[in-house]
């Protein structure tokens, strides 16, 4: 099974600030890696897909990066409704497994 | 636009059994796979189990034997059986849409999800 390692486990920062969210995985994943956004009372919801590409709806702000074991979802401007908690997933191999998070709060 | 809408969650005692069911409209349900993750209660995802267009099935070793993941595509639901019930399996299941047909893509969106609670 491939382990997904999240850092920070909470990142606090202020709207307009920059955050950067790492995924580290046990092993390569290639370029199956990609990030979800969870709201408190939501599901999750698709950013990122194929380490770089933006779902459907998803702005210009959201941007992944990344190869192998070692990946970057970065915000560059945190808006107000950005602070959530966002989660790494692969699907190099099965089964499919998630990093354990990375909340994003308001300081 | 898609919509999916989970349903059969609830309180069942250790060993017992339920069957979840997801209706789905919006797509061309048929061709595309389908797959269940649960999330415990403040806690991270877990992917459960998955199903391609053509009945390909997947499944967690957690949960491997004791859930049978199936779908009707007459009637645009997915289900998932679930039998010798434990208390780890307490959790909110989510039913989502995969990329395309088969069991290798993405999976998204997801439907609101169904809260599944084992205790005695």
């Known amino acids: 099974e491939i382990v997904l390692t999240q850092s920070p486990v909470t990142l606090s920062l202020s709207p307009g600030e920059r955050a950067i969210l790492s995924c580290r995985a046990s092993q390569s994943v290639s370029g199956f890696l990609a990030w979800y956004q969870q709201k408190p009372g939501q599901p999750p919801r698709l950013l990122i897909y194929d380490v770089f590409k933006r779902a459907t709806g998803i702005p210009a702000r959201f941007s992944g990066s990344g190869s192998g074991t070692d990946f970057t979802l970065t915000i560059s401007s945190l808006e107000p409704e950005d602070f959530a908690v966002y989660y790494c997933q692969q699907r190099y191999n099965w089964p499919l497994t998630f990093g354990g998070g990375t909340k994003v709060e308001i300081k | 636009e898609v919509q999916l809408l989970e349903s059969g969650g609830g309180l069942v005692q250790p060993g017992g059994s339920l069957r979840l069911s997801c209706a789905a409209s919006g797509f061309p349900f048929s061709s595309y796979a389908m797959s269940w993750f649960r999330q415990v209660a403040g806690k991270g995802l877990e992917w459960v189990s998955a199903?391609?267009?053509?009945?390909?099935?997947y499944y967690t070793d957690s949960v491997r034997g004791r859930f049978t993941i199936s779908r009707d595509s007459s009637k645009n639901t997915l289900y998932l059986q679930m039998d010798s019930l434990r208390a780890e399996d307490t959790a909110v299941y989510y039913c989502v849409k995969g990329e395309y047909s088969g069991v290798r893509g993405w999976f998204d969106p997801w439907g609101q999800g169904t809260l599944v609670t084992v205790s005695s």
């Open positions: 199903i391609s267009d053509t009945d390909s099935r």
